[in-house]
């Protein structure tokens, strides 16, 4: 069946086209960009109308936890073991509704996940995976607590091997124990962080010989390292060992940023993440205030640093760490790094062809001909339009041609 969005103005993941535009869509595919009216159309084909809204292709968040429900999620310790993968189902729904049609799995998410939304059996968006996050021992990954048990976040399945290893080749060991379970991608631990309460994001972790060894491990399977990076002495040990992009990036200096330019490292902010956990705290929500303490203390400096790293012309893609936070305002990270010098444009951009070229993408991310049918369309012209706000302008979702 043939679908016709009919005098959009359209983000084609880049930049706003001049004037309105009918986008043709065929088979799950884009065939066709036209002026508004000037194409031949059929009778039978289904007509949009993009009348007072914005085309942009499909969302791509790079960092999400979907098996989390929420940084001060405790209800873990006693619920059934299976439950969170039936949370996870609702997730999957909730990001795709909010305009998200793909991300990458920061973490948690196993190979079942990935084949039920690839077979039909659940609707989600398209997804890679980290299946766990690496870590050295008593690192932010590392979840056994200083009461001699093991919080269930993270903890190891059949599904999900323990990510803890350390030492050359403990981690060479480990990288391919999870590219065995699924692994898409590598996810590791350069530094301490905020939601682990007896470690500091300043702080460094995993060795740069550790970390170039994941990362050739990797590669040689054709996948990348994506790392926690905080503190900047781990953000560079990790641009220097090869990462593909660092998450957070709360302290970066002067030669964090000259490295990533260097080597071409992408910077994925979730800025989203330590306001969701102030959020969290605000709501009564049961929280080591060590943790509440230090999201608090890196609110400003997060942001600082993202301004100076778009300025330097850092390639920013847009990941929430949703599970942090709620799942489906995903696009509420669109807004915040707009409030971060980001245009327009570049913030769009963050979440749709930057984050496609990231995940290594060619099909999606963009509105061209023969790219996937995943699709947005936003109440309001946005190439005049704040695109602050979007999170709540969202009015249909289409993927692989489809409306969902």
């Avoid at 004037?19 to 884009?30: E, F, K, M, N, Y």
């Avoid at 995976?129 to 269930?152: E, K, R, W, Y």
């Avoid at 391919?176 to 379970?181: I, K, P, Q």
Wanted: proline content about 4%; overall charge negative; glycine content about 12%.
């Amino acid at each position: 069946m043939v679908t016709v969005f009919t005098n959009a103005q359209v983000f084609d993941g880049t930049r706003f086209i001049p004037g309105r535009r009918d986008v043709v869509v065929d088979g799950g595919r884009i065939t066709a960009i036209t002026e508004a009216g000037q194409g031949s159309h059929n009778a039978s084909d289904t007509f949009v109308d993009c009348s007072e809204r914005t085309l942009v292709p499909g969302i791509i968040d790079c960092h999400v936890h979907l098996m989390s429900a929420g940084a001060a999620s405790t209800s873990a310790f006693h619920d059934p073991f299976s439950l969170p993968f039936y949370s996870s189902v609702r997730h999957m729904e909730e990001t795709l509704a909010g305009g998200v049609t793909t991300m990458r799995d920061a973490g948690g998410t196993d190979l079942g996940a990935k084949v039920a939304v690839d077979t039909g059996v659940v609707r989600g968006p398209r997804m890679t995976i980290a299946v766990t996050i690496m870590s050295q021992t008593g690192g932010h990954g590392d979840f056994h607590l200083v009461s001699g048990s093991d919080s269930p976040f993270l903890a190891p399945h059949p599904g999900r091997p323990s990510g803890v290893a350390d030492g050359v080749d403990g981690v060479r060991r480990k990288t391919r124990e999870l590219l065995r379970a699924g692994a898409d991608h590598i996810k590791i631990c350069s530094t301490g962080g905020v939601l682990s309460p007896r470690d500091d994001p300043r702080h460094s972790q995993f060795t740069e010989e550790e970390i170039a060894v994941i990362v050739a491990e990797a590669a040689a399977q054709g996948a990348h390292v994506m790392s926690h990076a905080q503190g900047a002495p781990g953000i560079k040990n990790a641009v220097r060992a090869g990462v593909r992009s660092i998450e957070h990036g709360i302290y970066l200096d002067d030669e964090a940023i000259d490295l990533m330019l260097e080597h071409g490292t992408f910077l994925v902010p979730t800025l989203q993440a330590p306001r969701a956990v102030i959020k969290a705290a605000e709501a009564g929500a049961s929280l080591p205030q060590s943790v509440i303490d230090k999201a608090h203390a890196v609110i400003e400096t997060h942001h600082e640093s993202i301004v100076r790293a778009h300025e330097a012309g850092i390639r920013i893609a847009m990941g929430t760490d949703a599970g942090v936070g709620p799942h489906g305002k995903n696009l509420e990270e669109i807004s915040l790094l707009a409030g971060a010098g980001l245009s327009s444009a570049e913030a769009l951009a963050a979440g749709t062809s930057v984050a496609a070229d990231l995940l290594g993408h060619d099909d999606r991310g963009r509105i061209a001909p023969d790219a996937l049918a995943d699709l947005v369309l936003v109440d309001g012209d946005l190439s005049s339009d704040d695109v602050r706000g979007i999170e709540d302008r969202v009015s249909e979702v289409w993927l692989d041609g489809t409306r969902v």
